[in-house]
């Protein structure tokens, strides 16, 4: 029989998804000691992975406890899941005491470099057990190449959570019909309800559509967004191009046909989940402010609008800045500002319609720091730079959505400013591919950049 495979885990992997001591089947995990004591260090700090680190610590903790004696820590302890029907057995978790090492050739400096005790862990490991595969699990590419240069063999990234292997993969919430749409149509069985026109034909026009998709050719005349699919048929609801390009909200009119359809989307009730990707400036926010003021204000839907941003420094650095914590979020949140002016430019006083705007919608600046535990009752909530947060941390944002809410993520996976993420692993792409087939969620990419020329020139060539 075959050994099973041992599993170090560096700490970026338990913030990055606290459940993950799950998802090695039956293979066996080893976590340093020096890997507890960072999360000991990140758990008590004001800082958005604080709740992931007490999360990963509880998950430890929860199995752990099952040992009956000391030695049997460092041994392994079962790792057990509670299935629906019964308690499935994967590896065993151990606790290794890396600070009992004592340094030896082939061994990084450590004293005061906790990954280089982590790469030294995984070397005295390979070493301790030559007939097995011993892996190192780290999200930090420097990281991984030391560990490589260091001498052990085997070193990987953490894609459990990872469901495109390409982003050219990731769907772009429309579809572009090379002829005609209605020239390909044979059979199709138009109706009308509450004063909206659905088309059903057949699947086999389009089988690769899903939910909330939207379908359009170069006619200028067709344009329509998937709303039910059953094996056989798709129902179309009939946009119209015209009445996209036609809509105006906040005084803002969409530039192309992919704002359009975010445009459409955002205000539709029915759909919960709007998730706008796009280059930089290519009027995401723009759009998502625009439509948010008009529901908040005109329609009188939602009650106000709650602005929230993830950047890497945000939650290190909004404690050291003065006032309140809307003030200290402001210089983090300058772009809804920006926006805000820009619509407002051509009025005679630009920052008195601004001010009146953020009042009268109730604008609101929070700290991703104060989003979990809220249940967030009748608001629009627009997540700027979501592209920076990972699928857990995505998972509470959302989860905090009550009734008569509606979710607007925004982001630019070009611009990722997280140490462990990539366009692959980012909360956002993960997201666009989980709500896919949900009938209350759109994801729309942006095309086109319209801030400026220079910005345009700048995203294609630099």
Excluded at 264 to 282: F, R, T
Excluded at 293 to 303: A, F, G, M, S
Excluded at 425 to 438: A, C, D, M, N, P
Aim: charged share 25%.
């Amino acid at each position: 029989m075959t050994a099973s495979k041992l599993y170090i885990l560096d700490t970026n992997v338990l913030l990055h998804d606290p459940k993950c001591l799950f998802q090695f089947k039956e293979q066996d995990i080893t976590i340093p000691m020096t890997v507890l004591e960072e999360l000991d260090d990140i758990k008590d700090r004001k800082k958005h992975v604080a709740a992931e680190a007490r999360h990963a610590i509880r998950a430890i903790d929860e199995i752990i406890s099952t040992a009956t004696s000391a030695s049997q820590i460092t041994k392994g302890v079962q790792i057990r899941l509670e299935g629906k029907e019964r308690v499935i057995k994967l590896g065993r978790l151990s606790i290794f005491p890396d600070h009992e090492l004592t340094t030896r050739q082939g061994f990084l400096p450590d004293e005061r470099n906790k990954d280089n005790k982590i790469i030294n862990c995984a070397l005295h490991l390979q070493a301790t057990f030559p007939h097995r595969q011993v892996i190192l699990v780290t999200k930090d590419i420097n990281m991984r190449l030391k560990a490589l240069g260091a001498g052990l063999e085997r070193v990987e990234d953490y894609r459990t959570d990872q469901l495109v292997s390409d982003i050219e993969l990731l769907p772009a919430g429309h579809k572009h019909m090379d002829a005609p749409f209605w020239e390909q149509v044979e059979t199709v069985d138009s109706y009308q309800e509450e004063g909206k026109t659905y088309h059903k034909v057949d699947r086999s026009l389009l089988p690769d559509t899903y939910p909330n998709e939207y379908i359009y050719d170069d006619s200028r005349d067709f344009a329509a967004r998937t709303v039910a699919v059953t094996d056989d048929k798709v129902t179309l609801l009939d946009l119209g191009y015209d009445r996209l390009m036609q809509q105006t909200c906040w005084g803002i009119q969409p530039i192309n046909l992919q704002q359009a359809f975010a445009m459409q989307a955002l205000l539709d009730p029915d759909i919960d989940l709007s998730i706008l990707l796009g280059a930089a400036g290519s009027g995401k926010t723009l759009i998502a402010l625009a439509c948010a003021l008009e529901l908040v204000i005109e329609d009188r839907l939602y009650n106000k609008i709650i602005v929230t941003r993830s950047t890497p420094p945000v939650a290190e650095d909004i404690g050291f800045l003065p006032g309140t914590e809307e003030e200290k979020m402001t210089p983090w949140l300058s772009s809804i500002n920006d926006n805000l002016e820009a619509m407002h430019e051509h009025d005679e006083r630009p920052q008195s319609s601004v001010k009146y705007a953020i009042e009268k919608a109730n604008i609101q600046f929070k700290s991703l720091n104060f989003i979990r535990g809220r249940s967030i009752q009748n608001a629009i909530v627009l997540i700027d730079e979501s592209q920076n947060l990972t699928p857990q941390q995505l998972k509470t944002i959302l989860t905090r959505c009550g009734k008569n809410t509606k979710m607007v993520c925004l982001g630019n996976l070009a611009q990722i400013d997280s140490n462990y993420l990539t366009a692959l692993t980012s909360g956002l792409t993960y997201i666009v591919e989980r709500f896919r087939g949900f009938d209350g969620s759109a994801a729309i990419h942006f095309e086109g950049i319209f801030r400026s020329r220079l910005a345009e020139y700048a995203e294609e060539h630099l």
